[in-house]
Structure formats: C-alpha cells, structure tokens
C-alpha cells in the first residue's frame, strides 16, 4: 500500500503545475520567471555565444521568438518542474495560452529534440536553410 502511494506522489507531482510570471529569456530555450531560471526540456536551440555565425543568428531568431510569445502570453505555467539541471536551472514544460513552448518551438523548426547525454552536432546553417524554405512555400 505504501509503495502505490508512494508511486501516486511521484506521478502527481511530475504533473503539477505551477503559474509563473516571465521575466525574460536569454535564449531560446533558457527562460527566467518569477520562480527562477527554467531550461525547457526535451529541446535544444541554437546557443548565442557560439562562435559560428550561422548557430548565432539563428539563436537570435529563436530568442526574439521565444520573447515575443511569452510576453503576448495570457497564462503560463510550468510542468515536470521537480528536477534541476547541473546549472541550477529548473527542468521543465513550458506552458503557454494553452500550446507547449517546446512543441512550438519544435514546429517553428526553432530548436531539435533533445535527450541529455545524448547531445547531438547540430548544423544550425541547414536547420536554418531548411526552415526559410518551408516560410517560402
């Protein structure tokens, strides 16, 4: 009996939710709410201080994306919020006016998939090739 509620404890709290104001981002997927510094999961965008042009650019693009919805945002909360990352960033869903920030992210071709420990090269120039041929058509 104790282990199913113990079970029970551990799948609620992987689906609590928590409200949050936004603060600001510093990029595309490392956002700062009244709660502290959340890195989104599940996704990785391109990193502002990379020394390539192209991974720069296009996390600029990702950074003012991911600001413009936030700040237009009507509600946001934040899911799977129990884990830190070795930042001290919260682990967590990002939740907006009812879309999943990194699933938006993902469609927008603004970030890949990402699983930790298995971080993959990612040539942002291509990413970003690919995602202003889709806009054309």
Avoid at 7 to 23: H, N
Avoid at 42 to 69: H, M, N
Wanted: hydrophobic share 35%; proline share 2%; glycine share 6%.
């Amino acid at each position: 009996m104790a282990k199913f509620i113990f079970i029970l404890m551990l799948s609620v709290s992987a689906f609590a939710r928590t409200d949050v104001k936004y603060l600001r981002n510093y990029d595309g997927d490392t956002i700062t709410f009244d709660v502290g510094k959340v890195r989104v999961l599940g996704i990785d965008t391109a990193e502002l201080k990379s020394r390539k042009p192209c991974e720069k650019e296009y996390g600029k693009v990702a950074q003012i994306f991911v600001e413009k919805e936030l700040r237009a945002a009507k509600e946001i909360y934040l899911t799977n919020n129990n884990k830190r990352d070795i930042y001290g960033r919260i682990l967590a869903k990002v939740h907006y006016d009812g879309k999943d920030l990194g699933e938006v992210l993902l469609r927008e071709q603004l970030a890949v998939p990402y699983v930790p420990k298995k971080r993959q090269k990612v040539n942002w120039c291509k990413v970003q090739e690919k995602r202003n041929e889709s806009k054309k058509l």
